[in-house]
């Protein structure tokens, strides 16, 4: 039953990204071409990511325990690359603030989660060894669904002229929480 | 969505064909295609014996297998393959799992036999021949143990065990936790290996004084047979016989260098592959040498013929016969010396005689020295046995522990200086039944000894595994050619239309286990995610009608004017 499996991971991957298009009323508004080139600009973020850091960043040799704190922490600031690549998109979908973060978030995160969980999942969940991590991916990438809708919210809070000055500081760092996550993890 | 999806679709479909076949098509091969998988773990597996000798078939018959673990405490065990560790082997549970109609065994062995209690050992090593003798379809497979193996075998046990558990609450927690396991071997099935050639050696030393000198010949087979062909080594039988050859080879050269010394008997060693196997190469070889040549050295005058057989530990010596020695032959010479030098110079050693009849309705012949009696040559085996049905000939069991190199080095003495005696007719002339030739520079070499049998048991050498170009061949046939002259090879192969020995491949096999949950655990999970799914939609839906009341008049004015914006 291995194909059903992968059935399996795939419903629980995607069908929250469905449900929330659905809900949020988005389709109201005729909004999967947006959402699809929202989805392509994260593609392209990825790739002049990719190639910033391969060029300038040279393969760190060293010990194998030591963790390069500064290697890497210059290699989470690219990911600032993110945060101008929402910001990229939001500006260009004319409309209300909820629509434009709700069409920002969604096309970034379904490219993000066909890009990066949908081979694995092919690949791995059809085999016939079973793993906890297939259903860890699935579920993952629901986090990183909420993750990128608050992502973008944040983004569009931070451009936004009229924000008062008190919000100013917790957004600053709620979006430098976004960029680092992954750095502060380790 | 769908509609713009679906619109997509369309043009898809209506535009030109070839558009629809470079999607699709790639899309439908990725779905059809093979998987590459990653194990949980993957060993090397040895096959139990697979062969037919003359006609009669032993061992297992199948080799490849895809089924689910289970122990054997499970009730269900049809289809399934049956874990047994040794320490847990016994024959009433191999009998079971082959009742149940099992779909495989794989018997884990420990890492280094020695460990094993001796009485452990010992009932494995007579479970053996009646593990061949019954024919199986079931593939059988001998993995030897580690860490990841063990831990495999005992998350089988505790699920099998606890199959026949109660109430349908824990059956669905333990679906959830469990894992079961999936063995896979990703060999073929095996079949019936044509052609394969069984290579013996023979080598010989010349006597000096005329022609028509007497011959005596020396024969060991180098073969090792167990109940896994990999798995057998074959220390004791016949790795102690072989280095045993080899060093007399190498005294008795010695001592023919030198004129004074040049006996006036011939020596002829032959080394005998297929031995295990009813002693196949001896039989093709003395077919051979009788029938098909004119003049060779077994046609004439043979003084007798002695073969080694298991002679590395032990503190008694038997010379099997299957005719008592009539006075005044060379046999009897021979035996009287054996009984002189055993009793004067090693008292420790009991040494007899025993005799058994040649019974051609058996099977097989019980030792090698049978062949040359049927051919009416005179001839008898040494060895510390007492019976040709003792376990230890023919197990797995039989490694290099089980040489003792002082013992293997005494016999070698005792059987050198009685050879001598017998040689040089030192009796006759009058010399005392203490006095030892191979002392100083003749003296046996121990590290010699040591060294061959090391070599020999460091490989398995059973009958199937060890082909003409083998090195185990070319080894033996290096050391020959060092001390006699005239080293040949001699091969035999299997008659074509009624072959006398069939033997089979895939004896060695790499096997994977999986991790698998059962089929419920799918339908479990199935259900919990629509569940959630269910949970995250009404929330959704929740969250929505909260917010949309508050703005419920800019919503529907957004409605209106979108086409203005679009």
């Not at chain 1, 990438?141 to 002229?161: G, K």
């Not at chain 2, 697979?50 to 122990?71: F, K, S, V």
């Amino acid at each position: 039953m291995t194909l059903f499996h992968f059935g399996n991971c795939f419903a629980l991957a995607y069908f929250p990204y469905f449900i929330t298009y659905k809900c949020s009323g988005l389709s109201e508004y005729n909004a999967f071409w947006r959402c699809v080139q929202a989805g392509a600009t994260y593609l392209f973020v990825q790739l002049c990511k990719m190639l910033f850091l391969a060029t300038f960043f040279p393969t760190w040799e060293g010990g194998a325990g030591v963790y390069d704190f500064v290697g890497e922490f210059m290699k989470a600031t690219v990911d600032l690359a993110d945060l101008l690549g929402l910001h990229l998109v939001m500006s260009r979908n004319a409309g209300k603030g909820e629509y434009k973060i709700m069409v920002a978030a969604m096309g970034w995160s379904t490219a993000e989660l066909v890009m990066s969980r949908c081979i694995p999942l092919w690949v791995g969940a059809r085999g016939i060894e079973f793993d906890w991590k297939y259903i860890q991916m699935s579920f993952d990438s629901n986090i990183s669904l909420v993750h990128y809708i608050a992502m973008a919210a944040v983004v569009w809070m931070f451009t936004r002229y009229d924000l008062p000055k008190s919000f100013r500081l917790p957004v600053t760092v709620l979006l430098g929480l976004c960029v680092y996550k992954a750095f502060l993890m380790e | 969505m769908f509609e713009e999806a679906s619109e997509v679709f369309d043009n898809m479909f209506k535009s030109s064909f070839p558009l629809t076949f470079i999607v699709f098509i790639p899309a439908v091969l990725i779905l059809v295609s093979p998987l590459p998988a990653e194990a949980a773990h993957e060993f090397t597996v040895y096959r139990m014996q697979q062969y037919d000798l003359q006609g009669q078939p032993y061992g297992t018959r199948n080799a490849i297998l895809n089924t689910e673990a289970r122990t054997v405490e499970a009730e269900v065990l049809s289809r399934r393959c049956v874990i047994m560790r040794l320490v847990d082997f016994s024959y009433e549970r191999y009998q079971k799992a082959l009742r149940q109609s099992a779909g495989a065994v794989v018997i884990i062995l420990p890492k280094n036999m020695s460990t094993m209690p001796q009485d452990i050992v010992q009932q494995f090593m007579e479970l053996e021949p009646e593990m061949l003798a019954t024919e199986t379809i079931v593939p059988v497979y001998f993995a030897l143990e580690d860490d990841e193996l063990l831990s495999i075998y005992t998350q089988t046990l505790t699920s099998s065990s606890s199959q026949g558990s109660s109430s349908a609450a824990e059956v669905l927690i333990h679906t959830a936790t469990a894992n079961g396991f999936q063995m896979v071997t990703s060999g073929a099935q095996s079949k019936a290996v044509s052609d394969w050639a069984i290579t013996s050696l023979e080598g010989r030393l010349a006597g000096t004084g005329g022609e028509d000198l007497p011959t005596i010949v020396l024969v060991a087979h180098y073969d090792s047979f167990g109940v896994a062909p990999w798995l057998s080594y074959g220390a004791d039988s016949n790795g102690s016989g072989v280095s045993m050859l080899l060093e007399l080879a190498r005294l008795f050269s010695r001592l023919y260098t030198y004129k004074r010394t040049h006996a006036g008997y011939n020596l002829l060693f032959f080394v005998s592959g297929g031995g295990k196997f009813n002693y196949q190469g001896t039989k093709r070889w003395l077919e051979d040498n009788l029938d098909h040549t004119d003049s060779s050295l077994l046609q004439d005058n043979v003084a007798f013929v002695l073969c080694l057989d298991t002679l590395g530990n032990g503190d008694s010596l038997h010379l099997h016969v299957s005719k008592p020695p009539k006075e005044g032959t060379a046999q009897y010479a021979l035996l009287k010396e054996l009984e002189t030098v055993a009793s004067n110079q090693y008292p420790e050693v009991k040494f007899s005689m025993v005799h058994k009849k040649i019974n051609l309705a058996d099977d097989t012949l019980a030792w090698e020295h049978e062949r040359f009696g049927i051919r009416r040559l005179p001839a008898f085996t040494l060895s510390h046995l007492n019976s040709h049905r003792e376990v230890q000939r023919s197990s797995i069991m039989d490694v290099r522990p089980h040489v003792d190199l002082r013992k293997l080095s005494r016999n070698t003495k005792l059987i050198a200086e009685s050879l001598a005696r017998v040689i040089y007719n030192l009796t006759e002339k009058g010399a005392p039944g203490d006095l030892q030739i191979f002392t100083e520079q003749m003296q046996m070499q121990e590290e010699q000894l040591s060294s061959v049998v090391d070599w020999l048991t460091a490989q398995p050498r059973a009958a199937q595994l060890v082909d003409k170009d083998s090195s185990v061949v070319s080894t033996l046939e290096y050391h020959l050619g060092r001390y006699l002259k005239d080293v040949r090879r001699h091969y035999v192969k299997a008659d074509k239309r009624d072959p006398e020995f069939v033997f089979y491949d895939q004896l060695k096999q790499t096997m994977n286990a999986y991790r698998v949950k059962p089929a419920i655990f799918d339908l479990l999970l199935a259900f919990c995610i629509a569940a959630y799914l269910g949970v995250i939609y009404l929330s959704i839906q929740v969250c929505i009608d909260t917010t949309s009341l508050a703005h419920l008049v800019p919503w529907k004015f957004w409605k209106h004017i979108r086409f203005h914006w679009f």
